[in-house]
């Protein structure tokens, strides 16, 4: 079994990323439903919104930080704080998860959340560029993720004529170089506004220091996962098609010079 199926097979049977879905639609809602340009919002405030929300629904679903189960706090009081602001579709789809099986597990103060012994972090890139996910641009945080090796790494022409002792040493020294505290994945998302499409992933990044490739392996966490979930990247479908996927129901605001009954500027 590789690690991507391992990995993504451990993480649907225990909800984990069923929580992560639920999280990003719903923040990608709330945040497209806002956004206005009438109202001064730009590329930044849509793109700032939208982790924060992103963030902030994935501490609710797994009861992380100010969303905890305090021993002998108020239920009432708990499950209004959890509800606070969320749609009646939010909380009618919320995953529910036991309070302990997920916890925050930040990285140089980059927001993480870990289970079972595996983190993951969060990261956004220009809608339909995930394969080619700039890791070289990003803080040296993520760059350090994307520095991790690869589990199972293929004995291309660079290490032909290596005894396997030999092989297994390399990889070795490369592991304990770039070692974390634990292994540690990205959440890796897009929106296009225009389209209403989004994009999410879960998986592990590759630095691409030369351009190319920005995974060793990846899955779109917006299809039902195949029979055999866990295909390596290079044999699964992009997901940047936004017919591989249901979208989430949002609207964009149109500006009040294109809503119905109203007259156009310089009109009498």
Known sequence: MSEQQDVIG???ATVVLAGVRWAYRSATTRTVETYS????????WLGNTRFT??????????TCCRYAQRVGSNITANLDLLY?????????????????????ADLNGSPGWA??????????????????LPWPQKSPTKQRVARQPDPAPSQ????????????????????????????????????????QSMELIFGRPRLNSGGGDAWHWYQD????PPSDAGRRVDDTPSPQSPDAAPDA????RRPPSERPGSQASGTT
């Open 53 to 62: 929300l992103f963030r902030d629904r994935l501490d609710r679903v797994f």
């Open 37 to 44: 340009e009438a109202d001064g919002h730009d590329a930044a």
């Open 115 to 132: 289970s079972q012994g595996r983190r993951f972090l969060l990261a956004s890139c220009a809608f339909g560029k995930l394969d080619r």
């Open 249 to 252: 129901p949002v609207r964009l």
């Open 221 to 224: 966490l917006l299809v039902v």
């Open 156 to 195: 291309g022409t660079l290490f032909d004529g290596l005894a396997d002792d030999e092989f297994a040493g390399l990889i070795a020294l490369a592991t304990a170089t770039h070692q974390l505290d634990m292994e540690t994945f990205v959440v890796a998302h897009t929106l296009d506004p225009f389209s």
């Open 10 to 12: 451990d993480l649907e």
């Open 84 to 104: 606070s602001e969320l749609t009646e579709l939010d909380i009618s789809a919320m995953p529910q998860l036991a309070p302990s099986l997920v916890r925050r």
